[in-house]
């Protein structure tokens, strides 16, 4: 199914899409890669608040390469997500419901996108300078000491990307791979 | 002994760090579009299509082909009758991926320690690797490498007795545990022989060899090619969503070993497998 999806990602809306759904994601979005989500979880242990809105928000696992004049962002591919596994229970389980990134994820995180709803999205991983052209706008938020993972927020417009894990725990990595092989018997 | 200037260097190292992360190589960009005429998996296609456009934009805009413009890894084959002046050799390598790095709005990923972490903020110090060579010219080689691939490599040292059979499913499973963190379609580089560290050594170098090409031993490019086809048996697929394109290449690099080993390294690349090499 193709979808074109706005953001935010209500819990209603995560609840429509299935793994193997293609989605265009047109809405706000934000970044944070592996220093980021650690700064951001130490924020919550402490009790304090995040430097943005986490409520219904969807994150872009990616660390840019720095823009060009005359342009919003450099080449923006998705990172490996397996490395936020530590950080994706607690950030969803203060609101935050989209995750945009590729590759696996370990069982904790699958049972926290049932728990609350969420959706793991996949980018074709590689593809900067095709996803770039879907960032229309950047603005950056907090940690700007960090570089390249720095926190942002991004305006995007049909942004392709493909349900990866929906919030029944249906995995496209398995699915796909299955559904492929049998067709082949 | 013919005399360079290591000044000359840090301009090729410069040039070749920029056009290696704009424009992918030939043969990747061939060996891409041959898998996706093959490809009979519908997300799998779609996956494909937007991976040709993806490096179609990056040459034609002159941006990265990928955000993780990688580590430098750096080959030198130097001619044992150059002599350098004019400076200390390693320094200008560095100097050459400094400015290249700036310059090609490349992302600085390298940080200066492994464990306190820290951007080194130029993206040096680059991996340099020299070897000695017959003749007086320099053969360099810039493969940025990034790490969503290496991260999924590996090596494993096997008794003689494991034989062929304990290589082949060694890269079946390693490709296999892989899945989709190494952004498949994959190349995989297989290094077999010298010692646990020349075995990751040659692995790596396996990545920088042309697709098309394949090893002067007829035993081992019958074993690239078996071996390309029982990972495209796996169903994996581009991004891991299914499919029969899950690596688009399989190059091997051997050398003679000890009587006691048989060293095995693994060093996986995505489809972004870049490299770019001029002589001086």
């Not at chain 1, 660390?63 to 936020?84: D, E, H, L, Y």
């Not at chain 1, 590729?102 to 996949?122: H, L, N, S």
């Not at chain 2, 993780?68 to 002046?85: K, N, P, R, S, Y």
């Amino acid at each position: 199914m193709i979808k074109h999806i706005t953001l935010p990602l209500t819990r209603e809306l995560s609840k429509t899409l299935h793994a193997g759904d293609t989605v265009y994601l047109t809405g706000d979005i934000y970044t944070s890669r592996d220093a980021g989500h650690k700064r951001m979880c130490e924020t919550l242990a402490k009790g304090e608040k995040l430097p943005f809105d986490p409520m219904d928000a969807t994150i872009y696992y990616v660390g840019p390469t720095p823009a060009k004049p005359g342009q919003v962002i450099g080449s923006a591919g998705p990172t490996t997500s397996g490395r936020m596994d530590a950080y994706a229970p607690t950030m969803m389980s203060v609101g935050a419901r989209g995750m945009i990134g590729k590759g696996a994820r370990q069982p904790e995180v699958i049972e926290a996108i049932k728990k609350y709803d969420g959706v793991y999205f996949g980018a074709i991983g590689g593809a900067g300078a095709l996803l770039a052209k879907c960032i229309k706008k950047l603005e950056p938020i907090a940690y700007e000491d960090l570089g390249a993972e720095a926190l942002c927020r991004l305006y995007v417009e049909e942004m392709p990307l493909v349900v990866i894990i929906d919030c029944e725990g249906n995995n496209l990595y398995e699915e796909g791979k299955n559904s492929y092989l049998k067709s082949k018997e | 002994m013919r005399e360079i200037s290591v000044k000359t260097l840090i301009d090729v190292v410069e040039k070749l760090c920029i056009d290696a992360n704009q424009y992918l190589p030939e043969d990747v960009k061939k060996a891409i579009k041959t898998c996706r005429a093959c490809e009979d998996w519908d997300i799998a296609c779609g996956v494909l299509d937007k991976i040709i456009e993806n490096f179609e934009i990056a040459e034609r805009e002159d941006v990265p082909i990928c955000q993780d413009t990688g580590m430098a890894c750096v080959f030198l084959e130097i001619g044992q009758d150059v002599h350098f002046i004019d400076g200390d050799l390693t320094e200008a390598i560095n100097e050459g991926v400094r400015r290249g790095y700036e310059k090609g709005f490349l992302r600085k990923s390298v940080v200066k320690d492994p464990v306190r972490r820290g951007n080194t903020g130029d993206n040096t110090p680059a991996l340099i690797y020299t070897e000695i060579v017959p003749g007086d010219k320099v053969k360099i080689t810039v493969g940025p490498k990034g790490f969503g691939s290496e991260n999924m490599s590996a090596i494993r040292m096997f008794k003689p007795s494991a034989g062929i059979q304990g290589i082949k499913d060694f890269i079946l499973e390693t490709v296999s545990a892989a899945g989709p963190n190494p952004c498949p379609p994959v190349v995989v580089g297989v290094g077999i022989g010298g010692s646990f560290d020349k075995a990751a050594l040659l692995a790596k170098k396996a990545l920088m060899r042309e697709l098309d090409s394949s090893h002067p031993d007829p035993y081992y490019a019958d074993l690239e090619k078996e071996m390309l086809e029982k990972i495209n048996l796996l169903g994996i697929g581009p991004q891991g969503f299914g499919g029969k394109t899950t690596a688009i290449g399989v190059n091997i690099e051997t050398m003679p070993t000890h009587i006691a080993g048989m060293p095995c390294a693994i060093n996986i690349n995505c489809h972004v497998t870049r490299h770019k090499t001029e002589i001086v």
